[in-house]
């Protein structure tokens, strides 16, 4: 039996799509993140763009001793779903010895395969691993400077397919004839997002990130004070979906790019993703209690501090990125 036949048959033969990207992704015993995934980069299925250059990590170095003259103070550092901890490694070497003197460094990650690599990586000193961002904040005093890259578009989303003149969620069935397929079901309640607006033709698809919206209320009310950085590939949703009408669920195997169509028979074998929809992320942060301070191409954010770097290059991979800086306004 097929590990999709298997997640059907424990939910009764029906799935909605974004359950089955999460526990492709997520599922104790058999998700990519948690029981496949031993590293990124070169030896994985995928790289970022921390692992091909030091310019995003040098450039997020800067970013955080911007925050901390802007604190006062400094500040311990959270970085959520580290992959291989190069990135990290990066940013603490380049805030050198003086920024590294007595700062404590915070890790959120699920994945054991990859927990491994960061250890080897970065060695236990004075970096701790914690399960969720609500064990990181409790372990920092509630205050930090917090950072991500290619988080977000792992994060598991809401299929949706405009078909008579409605949006309804695309889920997963197994027929009578034992065939799977995808099926439309209408669209549930409280999915809410800048694009669902717009005038999309028919059969047009769009990913909505809505349990990153529910992730951020649930450890935001703990967040003290500080700054986040999030850095994924994505957009406006005009940017993103203007010329793609399936949508831009993808995946990710020994480095292939994976159509939507292939990764039902490699579920829990491959990477998941889709892009970033950086209009929702900017209104879901302010919703929760955050200040946008700015918003840019990787592009832009890596040339200010190294011009000379490939993710610096007009045109280049960078550009395909977003940059979003949010602060946490103290609540009086």
Known sequence: MTPLRRLLRKRGGRMAWRDWMEAALYDVESGYYTATVRTVGRGGDFSTSATLSDGLGRAVAAWVRREWREAGRKLPLIEIGPGDGSLHETVR??????????????????????????????????????????????????????????????????????????????????????????????????????????????GQRVEVLTSWREWLRGWVPGWRGGAMLTVDYGGSGEEIYGRRPGGTVRGYWRHERLGAGALYGLTGKCDVTVD???????????????????????????????????????????????????RRVRPC
């Open 93 to 202: 070497g380049a805030l050198g010895w003086l920024g590294r003197w007595g700062l404590r460094s915070h890790l959120v990650e699920r994945s054991p395969g990859l927990r491994r690599e960061q250890e080897k990586r970065l060695g236990f000193g004075r970096v701790r691993w914690h399960g969720t961002m609500e064990e990181a904040l409790a372990a920092c005093g509630g205050e930090a400077l917090i950072f991500s890259n290619e988080l977000a578009d792992a994060f598991p989303a809401t299929l949706l397919q405009r078909e008579g003149g409605e949006w309804r969620e695309v889920w997963l069935a197994e027929l009578e004839s034992g065939a799977i397929a995808e099926v439309l079901e209408p669209m549930p309640e409280g999915v809410e997002s800048a694009v669902l607006g717009a005038d999309w033709p028919e």
């Open 276 to 326: 970033v929809n950086f209009d929702d992320l900017e209104r879901w942060g302010e919703e929760a209690g955050l200040v946008t301070v700015f918003r840019c191409g990787q592009g832009e954010f890596v040339r200010a501090v190294v011009p000379g770097d490939p993710l610096s290059v007009e045109g280049g991979a960078g550009e395909a990125f977003v940059c979003l800086g949010q």
